[in-house]
């Protein structure tokens, strides 16, 4: 071979051959499938080296061209393990051009781009750098894209499956409810409604009502009291400002705490009025007169006379 053929053909491997770039033109598409002739050529060229890296540099050309044939036919999944099986045979850095080429048009992102980036860490010097920097960066946007696509997707998953948990819960809760409230439809007897308040509360506050009157009386007495000792001390020959302002001031004391009492007597008194209106006196249908005495059944009444009102209870014994 001809040195200058040579040289030729090593510039156009190392520097140019391309198969299956995704973004060339068809004019430079049938460039790169001159290029891979003089490709082969190269390897055919170094036909000096020694016998095992010849033999398997004629493999890795024989493996390559099988390739680059199912790369022109469409089948880049065999295309990718020819190149990848030259790549390993030979160890040249343009193969991992056609192997990041083959990736790419088989939409393995991620993978085309280590092979490109591979690509240019062992051929630093390659005069279509650029362009494969531009590609590995377009790779690495399309990349992130569909990673956070996919993130969006799983936290909709996930929020879906949240709110589907949510609506089962609530679900279950209202199921549990409802079987809780038959339960208890079904075990409660029904409960006669009573006609009024039941005595009890008449004669709770009633007693409430006597004990109050009683205090009120006490606290009044000892009010009257007190007062008349302050007026006798006070117009007596030796009164004194201050024990006749504390005999007063005690006076008044307990007259607030009469007043007080009287409050809480008329307010239970009412209450009791009240109460003795609306309970039911009557009882049972069926009820028997007590044979004992007691009272068994009251019944108030209220009466209005010449502006006065009057309250009387009777009774059944």
């Known amino acids: 071979m001809h040195p200058n053929v040579r040289v030729l053909s090593k510039s156009l491997v190392v520097n140019q051959v391309r198969v299956g770039y995704v973004q060339i033109k068809m004019k430079t598409y049938f460039l790169v499938l001159f290029a891979s002739a003089f490709f082969v050529l190269a390897w055919v060229g170094d036909a000096h080296a020694q016998g095992d890296s010849e033999t398997l540099d004629q493999a890795a050309r024989i493996t390559f061209l099988q390739g680059q044939e199912a790369f022109e036919a ?17 160890q040249r850095p343009m193969l991992l051009f056609n192997i990041g080429s083959t990736l790419d048009r088989l939409r393995r992102d991620e993978e085309a781009l280590a092979a490109f980036e591979q690509y240019l860490a ?23 894209a569909r990673e ?3 993130r969006e997707r799983e936290a909709e998953a996930e929020r879906v499956r949240q709110l589907e948990a949510e609506s089962a819960r609530l679900e279950a809760e209202r199921a549990e409810e409802e079987r809780r409230r038959l339960e208890l439809e079904n075990a409660t007897p029904a409960v006669e409604e009573s006609g009024g308040m039941h005595p009890a509360i008449f004669y709770s506050l009633a ?8 205090l009120s009386v006490f606290t009044g007495l000892r009010t009257v009291s007190l007062n008349d000792d302050y007026v006798a001390y006070a117009g007596s020959m030796g009164a004194t400002l201050g024990v006749a302002q504390t005999m007063h001031d005690d006076a008044k004391k307990w007259q607030n705490i009469t007043n007080a009492l009287i409050g809480v007597t008329a307010a239970f008194g009412i209450s009791a009025v009240v109460v003795a209106i609306f309970t039911d006196w009557s009882g049972s249908d069926e009820e028997e007169p007590a044979q004992d005495g007691t009272i068994s059944s009251l019944v108030p009444s209220v009466a209005v006379a010449d502006g006065q009102l009057s309250l009387s209870l009777s009774g059944r014994f």
């Open 74 to 90: 469409g089948d880049y999944e065999t295309a990718l393990a020819k190149f990848q099986q030259a790549y390993e045979l030979s």
């Open 122 to 144: 062992e051929e630093p010097e390659a005069t279509d750098r650029m362009e494969i920097e531009a590609r590995v960066r377009q790779l690495r946007t399309n990349i992130a």
């Open 148 to 150: 956070q696509e996919q």
């Open 207 to 214: 007693g409430v009502t006597v004990i109050a009157g009683g």
